[in-house]
C-alpha cells in the first residue's frame, strides 16, 4: 500500500491513500443520486471493526457531538476479538491549554496515540487503591480517576484527574489520556516532562488535530477551523468557525465535488460507448452546472467577512482640536480611554479603544488634533495623526456643529485626500458632525451641504450617545455586510479555500462555454476533472503533504516560540512558498503539452478513421465494379 510519510514536520504518522473505485456503469444523467456514506480514514492499528460500527463514519450522523452513542472499544475489550495493536505510529503529548498569561487553577497534559494508557499507567498512581498489587492500570473509558502523577524516581509530582478516552470514541480517534493538573506552568511542565520520559514524544504544533484528519474525524475544513475557534477574537468568530466544525461549509462542497465526478463518469462512458446510450439533455447538464456554480459563488461571497472576523478593522478618528473626537471614542468604547478637556490639543498620542460591531472586531484611533503648530511636541502628535490615517480602514472625519464647516476643516480634507492619492490609497471616509445637542435642527442643515467628498455622513453627539448606531450601520455598510441577512452568516471561508473556490468556478465556466460551443466531450473532461481536484484540496481528500504542513504547522497550542524560531519558520514558509509557485508552474507546463500531445493524438485517430472509412468506400466502389462486370 503506498504511504506518505510526514517528515518535514516528523508527525511520525502515515497518510494511506485511498483505492481507485471502478468506474460505475454509464448514468442515465436522468436525476443524480444523493451522497454515498463517506468512510473515514483509519490508521492501520485501528481493528476493522471500528470502521463498520462507528457512527460518525456515516456522513448521514445526525450529530456531530465529539462523544459517540456507545463505546465499541468497551465491547470490544469484553468480547472476544483480540485487541488491536499499534503499527507505526507513536504516542505524543503536549500541554494543551494555554500559556504565558496568568496561571489558571486547572491545566491539561493531553497523550494520543497506541500507548497512551500504557504511557499513563508509567507515571500515574490512581488515589485510595484498597489493594497494594502493582498490575497496570487498567482505565474505563470516559470514566475520571483521582490520583497522583510521579517522576522517574518515584516522587510525587502533582494530583490529577486522569480522563481516558479510548479508540475511537476520542479528538483524534486513538487511545487518548488527559491528565488535568495544576494550571501552573511549573506544573504542567514537570507532569509533561514525566510523560515524556515515560516513553511519549512531545507533539509537533497541530498534530492532534493532525491525526483527527489522519484519521477520518474530521475533514481538512473543520480542522482548518478548530483553529479558528481557537483565536476567535469575536463572538461572531467563533459561532462561523464552529458551523464550519460542525459541517456546513464541507458538506457542500463535497455535495458538488460528488456532482462533478458523477458528470465526469457520464461524459467519460458516452466517449466509448456514445452509441449505445441515450442522448445527452445538454440543457439539464447547464441547469446543473448553474447549479453548481451558484453554490460556489455563495461560498465565495463569505470570503470577505471571514477576512473581517480574523483580522477585524482599524478605524482612525481624525479632525481639527476640540471638535469631541476623544469624546467620541470615550462614548463608543463606553471607556474613559481618552483624557477629554476644554483645553485645545490636549490629545498628542493615538489612543486606543477595542469594540465590536456586528460582530466584527474594530480598534478605534483617538489621534491629535491635526493643525499647524510650533509645539514640537504636538507636532510629532500631527505626524502620527496623519501615518495612523493612513494606514486604517475607515477614516472618520469629525467636526463641530456649532462651529459649521470652517476653513481649517477644508484644509484638513485636502490634506487626507493628498496623502490618499500620493500612496494609492482607497480608504473611505466618514465625516461625522458632531456635538449636534448644541445647536438647533435648522443650523444643521447649513453644516451638511459638504458631504458631497464623502462616502457617508452621521450626526452625533457624544454626550448622549445620539448617533452612535447610525455611525455603525454606516460602518457595515461601507465593508459590505449590509448584504447578509440577519443570521445567515454562519462558516466562512478562508485564503486558501477561495483560491481553490475561485478554480472551481472558472473550471464550471470553461465547461459551460464548451457546451454552448459544443466542444467535443474530451475538454469537458478536462474541465470536470479541474473542478473536482480543486475541491478535493478544500475538503483534504486530494492533498498534498506541503498544505498540510503549512496547515498545521500555524497551530500551536500550549506552546511559545522565540523570536528566532519565529523568524525560521517565517524564512521556511517563504521558501515553501518560492517552491510551490515553481512546481505550479511546472505543473501548468506539463499540463500545457499533455493537452497538446492529446490533441495531437486525437487529430492522428480523426486522420486514421476518415482514411479507413475512404478504404472502405473504395473497396465498396471496387465490389460494386466487379459486380456489374460480372452481370
Not at 425 to 450: F, G, M, Y
Request: charged share 30%; proline share 5%; net charge positive.
Amino acid at each position: 500500500m503506498a504511504s506518505l510519510l510526514l517528515s518535514p514536520l516528523r508527525f511520525r504518522h502515515f497518510l494511506y491513500k485511498r483505492p481507485k473505485l471502478k468506474p460505475p456503469s454509464p448514468l442515465s444523467f436522468t436525476s443524480f443520486k444523493p451522497l454515498p456514506k463517506l468512510r473515514p480514514r483509519f490508521p492501520p492499528y485501528l481493528h476493522s471493526c471500528y470502521r463498520s460500527s462507528s457512527p460518525l463514519a456515516d456522513s448521514d450522523h445526525k450529530t456531530h457531538a465529539l462523544l459517540l452513542g456507545r463505546d465499541e472499544r468497551a465491547a470490544l475489550l469484553n468480547g472476544s476479538h483480540p485487541q488491536p495493536q499499534p503499527e507505526n505510529a507513536t504516542t505524543i503529548a503536549a500541554i494543551v491549554t494555554s500559556l504565558g498569561g496568568p496561571p489558571g487553577a486547572v491545566g491539561i497534559v493531553r497523550l494520543s496515540g497506541p500507548s497512551a494508557v500504557a504511557v499513563v499507567g508509567r507515571v500515574f498512581r490512581p488515589g485510595r487503591r484498597k489493594s497494594k498489587s502493582k498490575s497496570p492500570w487498567r482505565p474505563t473509558s470516559h470514566v475520571v480517576k483521582y490520583g497522583v502523577v510521579l517522576d522517574p524516581n518515584g516522587n510525587v509530582v502533582d494530583e490529577v484527574l486522569a480522563v481516558p478516552m479510548l479508540a475511537p470514541r476520542s479528538y483524534t480517534r486513538e487511545d487518548v489520556v488527559e491528565l488535568q493538573c495544576h494550571g501552573t506552568q511549573v506544573c504542567l511542565n514537570r507532569v509533561l516532562r514525566a510523560c515524556l520520559e515515560a516513553g511519549a514524544c512531545l507533539a509537533e504544533p497541530g498534530e492532534f488535530t493532525l491525526r483527527a484528519f489522519l484519521n477520518g474525524r474530521m475533514d481538512l475544513t473543520q480542522a482548518e477551523n478548530v483553529d479558528k475557534l481557537i483565536s476567535a477574537k469575536s463572538v461572531a468568530a467563533a459561532d462561523a468557525a464552529l458551523a464550519a466544525i460542525q459541517g456546513g461549509f464541507s458538506s457542500m462542497v463535497k455535495s458538488v465535488r460528488f456532482q462533478c465526478i458523477e458528470l465526469l463518469t457520464e461524459i467519460e462512458a458516452r466517449l466509448d460507448f456514445d452509441d449505445e446510450m441515450p442522448p445527452l439533455d445538454t440543457n439539464q447538464v447547464v441547469n446543473k452546472i448553474h447549479s453548481m456554480s451558484q453554490d460556489v459563488e455563495s461560498a465565495l461571497e463569505t470570503a470577505n467577512y471571514d477576512q473581517l472576523l480574523q483580522s477585524g478593522l482599524q478605524i482612525a478618528i481624525l479632525g481639527r482640536p476640540n471638535v469631541g473626537k476623544s469624546s467620541l471614542l470615550n462614548a463608543w468604547s463606553k471607556t474613559e480611554r481618552a483624557i477629554v478637556t476644554e483645553i485645545a490639543g490636549t490629545t498628542r498620542d493615538v489612543v486606543e479603544a477595542s469594540i465590536t460591531v456586528g460582530g466584527i472586531p474594530i480598534t478605534l484611533l483617538d489621534t491629535a488634533g491635526i493643525r499647524e503648530t510650533n509645539d514640537v511636541v504636538e507636532k510629532i502628535g500631527v505626524e502620527r495623526s496623519e501615518a495612523v490615517a493612513m494606514g486604517a480602514d475607515i477614516i472618520i472625519m469629525t467636526i463641530s456643529a456649532l462651529d459649521g464647516w470652517s476653513p481649517e476643516d477644508s484644509e484638513l480634507l485636502d490634506r487626507i485626500q493628498s496623502n490618499k492619492k500620493s500612496t494609492g490609497s482607497s480608504t473611505p471616509i466618514i465625516l461625522v458632525i458632531n456635538k449636534i445637542d448644541c445647536v438647533a435642527s435648522d443650523c444643521l442643515e447649513r453644516v451638511q451641504q459638504n458631504v458631497g467628498s464623502f462616502n457617508k455622513h452621521v450626526l452625533t453627539s457624544a454626550i448622549t450617545g445620539q448617533g452612535i448606531q447610525d455611525l455603525e450601520k454606516a460602518i457595515l455598510d461601507i465593508v459590505g455586510l449590509n448584504k447578509f441577512p440577519a443570521g445567515s452568516r454562519r462558516w466562512t471561508v478562508n485564503q486558501r479555500q477561495c483560491e481553490q473556490l475561485v478554480r472551481t468556478k472558472e473550471a464550471l465556466a470553461r465547461l459551460k462555454s464548451s457546451i454552448e460551443e459544443e466542444i467535443p466531450f474530451d475538454f469537458w473532461t478536462i474541465d470536470l476533472r479541474e473542478a473536482a481536484m480543486a475541491l478535493g484540496q478544500i475538503s483534504g481528500e486530494d492533498i498534498s503533504e506541503e498544505v498540510l504542513t503549512n496547515i498545521f504547522g500555524k497551530f500551536c497550542i500550549g506552546k511559545e516560540l522565540t523570536k528566532e524560531e519565529l523568524k525560521e519558520k517565517e524564512k521556511i514558509r517563504k521558501a515553501k512558498e518560492k517552491e510551490k509557485r515553481k512546481k505550479l508552474e511546472q505543473e501548468k507546463e506539463l499540463e500545457k503539452k499533455r493537452l497538446e500531445q492529446e490533441m495531437k493524438k486525437k487529430q492522428e485517430k480523426e486522420k486514421k478513421k476518415r482514411e479507413e472509412m475512404k478504404r472502405k468506400e473504395k473497396e465498396k466502389a471496387k465490389m460494386k465494379m466487379k459486380h456489374k462486370m460480372k452481370k
